[in-house]
């Protein structure tokens, strides 16, 4: 005769998800008994639609007491217990009646796969969890939180067996962040823990629990404490001790003790040396440190892991896409473009939904400068065929201030039906930059009064007629924005932009950080369509302290547009009050390369490198300058004497020199 199976539940408010977990069951289970604790919304009645045999019972603090209520009314012979923010997966319904026939085994782990994140980027976690066992009334719960049920089973029968049934899958959907956040959990967590520790201050597995608590809660530094407290003296083959030190690592991480980290990977990697999350986490670790040769060599061992153990809980990815992203960034530091693109297109491979990949790939491309080889690029590395793929596409390159590219993905995209606001405002600005401002117009007149983007679409119409140069159209905009009311840093800015139309000279502005970010972007914007005297009218009306702090900023702008007296200048101008900025030391040194100022340029590499011995990129720059260097007088002493054919030889092994990182 078939083995009777009770589904037990605890449940409280779960409308949103009750229904998905008890549909999920089917007729895997013979009875469901739930124990409502307090819903005031349609908790039960979903419930009782499912056949559930419902109970109430007084929350009184302890997931345990709940837990064993609904033990007290399940008739079947084995108990599942689930949440309601959980479901069973489709393929395990047939493998839970078959594991459930067994006649030796008190009880299975099951794997659970956990979902983590948010809209717009959700991962999966898998891990081992204590989920079915033998229906006997001397087994119950124990624990107010993280109830257990797995040493009372052994401690009432010294003979029970368990195994694993990692083919009977869970899918837990209670760690997304929306679902955090509607149930306060970690608050409720947090207060329930430390009841119980207070209780029980030597029960590691509780402390284990509370540190993992209070690294969601981001208290890094109390979470690292409690955790190292837990992991002292631990038997070490207890079977959350990965997941514990793999916690220790994230917790120094986040905590800005990345040195204490390494010490835990390299502890943890002598008891399992096959657990790619302590390699990942050492890599970022390491290269947060400087090591790049280290972290280098931690990703690649993390990709060398075979098939992680579902009690380590890897992370998704720290075996493949995550890996070789970072392998990316460590090339991009030596600034190897190349071995970087390589690097992120095996990332974007193993996992083409990993935007960050994504993301530097385009920006590797240089779409702003050249948006045709771009295109081709991308288009044979992606298949844009859905209007969210075009219109993510779009976002991307409209972050990368490559308008002309970004508006044919936004167009397809809004052509397929997937317009909203945003995306219209985006491709509106698009059509500014490619000069097609009676298209912008009709897009930006159509906002609604009332939409939270309508002054950021009337500021857009504003831009469009200063660009063209239409000042009482402009000044007639302005008002409106005014009316508005503006905050002061918009309304001073939207004043320059007025008053700029006009040959009226009015006092110095000073902007605080909100607007000389606005004026920085309608600055690059001016520049992008080679409107260079606008973009140096607005500058002009700064005042003395504003310029020289953002000068810096503003020198690097005119550099990404190729304006290098223009960003020379403003550099120099940062560089009179903070003399040892290595980033504008070395765009400088970039642009007395690009003028063939090969002494000045080398004297700036030379000055980057004795601030930031550590940083690779800088001896790399100052290579490539030699290489150059030494292309150029072989080119000229062949050119000047022709018949001696050392010059010719060497000038050939130049060409043919490619750079390889280290």
Not at 124 to 140: A, W
Not at 429 to 445: D, M, P
Not at 548 to 564: C, H, K, M, T
Not at 584 to 592: F, G, P, Q, R, V
Request: hydrophobic share 40%; glycine share 6%; charged share 25%.
């Amino acid at each position: 005769m078939q083995n009777r199976i009770s589904l037990c539940m605890i449940v409280k408010n779960e409308e949103q998800n009750i229904r998905r977990c008890l549909g999920s069951v089917g007729d895997a289970v013979d009875e469901i008994v739930v124990v409502d604790t307090g819903s005031t919304d349609s908790t039960v009645d979903i419930a009782r639609e499912y056949g559930a045999l419902v109970y109430h019972f007084t929350w009184n603090g302890n997931f345990s007491d709940a837990r064993n209520a609904s033990l007290e009314h399940a008739t079947g012979d084995w108990i599942l217990f689930l949440d309601a923010d959980e479901e069973l997966a489709g393929e395990s319904r047939d493998v839970l009646r078959r594991i459930t026939a067994s006649n030796d085994i008190e009880g299975y782990f099951v794997r659970i796969i956990n979902y983590l994140g948010k809209e717009g980027w959700i991962e999966s976690c898998p891990d081992l969890v204590f989920r079915l066992f033998r229906n006997r009334s001397d087994y119950r719960f124990r624990g107010a939180i993280h109830e257990q049920i797995v040493d009372v089973i052994l401690e009432r029968n010294g003979n029970a067996r368990y195994q694993v049934a990692e083919d009977l899958v869970i899918i837990h959907y209670g760690y997304l962040h929306q679902q955090i956040e509607t149930k306060d959990k970690k608050n409720r967590n947090l207060s329930i823990l430390q009841q119980e520790l207070a209780a029980a201050p030597d029960n590691r597995l509780l402390r284990y629990h509370y540190g993992v608590e209070l690294y969601r809660a981001e208290r890094y530094a109390e979470a690292a404490a409690e955790l190292v407290k837990a992991a002292n003296g631990i038997d070490p083959q207890t079977i959350y001790l990965p997941k514990l030190l793999r916690y220790i690592v994230l917790c120094y991480q986040a905590a800005g003790m990345p040195h204490k980290s390494l010490e835990v990977v390299d502890l943890g990697l002598r008891l399992f040396p096959d657990y790619a999350d302590l390699y990942y986490y050492g890599g970022l670790c390491a290269m947060e440190m400087k090591k790049y040769a280290q972290a280098y060599d931690f990703f690649q061992k993390a990709l060398a892991t075979p098939e992680q153990r579902s009690y380590y809980a890897p992370f998704s990815g720290l075996r493949g896409f995550r890996c070789y992203y970072q392998l990316g960034r460590v090339a991009e530091i030596f600034a190897n473009a190349e071995e970087a693109m390589r690097f992120y297109v095996l990332s974007l491979r193993d996992n083409p939904s990993f935007v960050p990949a994504l993301e530097r790939i385009t920006a590797l491309l240089e779409p702003q400068k050249d948006p045709v080889y771009a295109e081709n690029c991308l288009n044979q590395l992606c298949e844009f065929c859905t209007p969210e793929a075009n219109l993510l596409m779009g976002k991307i390159l409209f972050g990368l201030s490559a308008y002309k590219l970004a508006l044919k993905y936004l167009e397809r995209g809004i052509d397929a039906g997937a317009a909203s606001p945003e995306t219209e405002l985006w491709k509106a600005i698009c059509l500014i930059q490619e000069k097609r401002h009676l298209e912008a117009l009709r897009i930006l007149n159509n906002f609604d009064p009332q939409h939270h983007l309508y002054p950021l679409a009337t500021l857009n119409r504003l831009l469009c007629f200063w660009l063209r140069g239409n000042r009482r159209k402009s000044r007639q905009i302005a008002d409106e924005l005014f009316a508005m009311g503006l905050s002061a840093e918009t309304g001073a800015v939207v004043e320059l932009l007025r008053d700029s139309s006009g040959r009226r000279r009015t006092r110095p502005v000073s902007l605080g950080t909100e607007g000389m970010n606005l004026l920085l972007d309608i600055v690059a914007r001016a520049l992008d369509l080679g409107e260079v005297g606008l973009a140096t009218s607005l500058l002009e009306r700064l005042d003395k302290g504003s310029l020289n702090q953002n000068a810096g900023v503003i020198g690097e702008l005119f550099y990404r547009y190729d304006y290098l007296e223009e960003a020379e200048r403003y550099l120099s101008l940062r560089l009179d009050t903070e003399s040892e900025n290595v980033c504008i030391l070395s765009t400088l040194a970039e642009i007395k390369q690009r003028q063939n100022l090969y002494t000045d340029a080398a004297d700036l590499y030379h000055k980057t490198l004795a601030m930031e011995p550590g940083e690779p990129r800088h001896y790399v720059k100052l290579i490539r300058l030699y290489e150059e260097m030494r292309r150029r007088t072989l080119e000229e002493a062949r050119t000047r004497y022709p018949e001696v054919p050392v010059f010719r030889t060497l000038l050939e092994e130049a060409q043919l020199k490619t750079w390889i990182t280290p």
